[in-house]
C-alpha cells in the first residue's frame, strides 16, 4: 500500500512501555530504514528488558533522556491521561516535530485542540494510532461509499464490544485506569463513522456505570448530520464472549444496504443477490505481522510521511471530530 524510502533513515524514541509501546517497537524494527534509538518508562523492569531487546538504544526513565540523541519521531505509547503533558514537553523541548501518539489525543477536546495548534506551529508528521482505518475490510467499505454505491445515505448503527471487564467485580477500579470505555474502545468505532460520513453531532446519550460510581463501561449514543444521516452507536467492554474487541457499522441508504466489521464486508443493494467480501481474501498481507496488519500499515505510512513528506492518513487535526464528539457525549450525559 505504502513504499519506504530505505535511503533515507528515521531515528525514534517510544515512551511507555506497555503492550502497545512494546508492539510499536518491534514492529517499527522491523523496517529497514528505521532505528529504535530510545526508549522511556517508569518501570525499572521494563527499562532492564528494553535493554537486553534494544541494546544500541539509549533506555532512560524521563524525556531528558532524550534530549542531544538526535531523534526524527517520537512515538507516545503511555496511558491516555498522559498524553497531553508528555506531547506538551516533548514539543516545548524541542526533541522533535514528528509525533505518533496512541489514541485518543487526550483526555479531553481543549486539550486536544492546543496539541493540533502547536503540532501545525511545528510543521511536522502528527499520527494517532486509530489503526482501524488501516485494515482492509474498512478500507473497502470506504471505497463503496465514496461510489456512492447506497445511493443517499439514510441511517447506520454502528457498535464496538469487548469482554475485557465483563467479571470485573463491582467496586472495582480497573476500568477507571483505562479512562472509559468511550475513549479505551469506543473512540476506535467514532473514528470511523467520522471518517465514513464527517460532520456528526450528538444528539442523546445514555451511560451506564455499572463497575463503579463514575466509571464509563456501557455507553449508547445517537448522532446526526447535516444531510440528515441518524446514526446509533452502542460500546462496552463488558460484552461475554468477546475474547478480541470488536467494530462494525451497518449503514442504510436508498439503494440498500452494507455492512462491515473486521471480518468481513457485505454488500446488499435493493433487488440483487448480496455480495460480500472475506478478510482472508482480501491481499491483508504485510511485512511483519505482530498485533494485526493495521499495526504495521500505520506504522509504514507515518514513517513514509516523514521521508517523503506529507500528512498522515490519521494525523491530529483529521482527528481532532473523534475527541469533540467524545466530549459531546459526556456532555450530554452530564445534563
Partial sequence: MF??????????????????????????STFANV?????????????KLAKRAFSGAQVTDSL????????????????????????????????VKNVFVEKTLTSNYSHSAELCSLSE????????????RFGVTFNHAKQLLDKQVLGELESFEAYAFSS???????????????????????SHVVDLAEWFFGDLKVTETRVNSQ??????????????????????????????HYRMPEFGLSIQGTNGALDVNDDE????LNGSVPKRWYRHDMADNVGFLLGGPEYYRENQQFIQAIVGGGASESSFRSTLKVDYILEQVRQRANE
Fill in 3 to 28: 513504499v519506504v524510502l530505505e535511503s533515507e533513515r528515521v531515528r525514534v524514541g517510544i515512551v511507555g512501555l506497555g503492550k502497545m509501546g512494546i508492539m510499536h517497537a518491534c514492529l517499527l
Fill in 35 to 47: 532505528e529504535v534509538g530510545a526508549l522511556c518508562d517508569k518501570s525499572r523492569l521494563m527499562r
Fill in 64 to 95: 531528558e533522556g532524550f534530549l542531544g540523541l538526535d531523534l526524527d519521531a517520537v512515538y507516545v505509547l503511555t496511558p491516555i491521561p498522559s498524553h497531553y503533558s508528555i506531547i506538551k514537553q516533548i514539543y516545548g523541548a524541542g526533541l
Fill in 121 to 132: 506551529r511545528q510543521g511536522g508528521v502528527t499520527m494517532v494510532g486509530y489503526m482501524k
Fill in 164 to 186: 475485557d471487564f465483563a467479571d470485573v467485580p463491582a467496586g472495582s477500579t480497573l476500568s477507571k485506569a483505562r479512562g472509559g470505555v468511550i475513549e479505551d474502545l469506543g
Fill in 211 to 240: 463497575i463503579s460510581l463514575g466509571s464509563e463501561d456501557d455507553i449508547g449514543f445517537s448522532v446526526t448530520n447535516k444531510n440528515g444521516l441518524q446514526g446509533h452507536f452502542e460500546v462496552s467492554w463488558r460484552k461475554q
Fill in 265 to 268: 464486508v457485505k454488500l446488499s
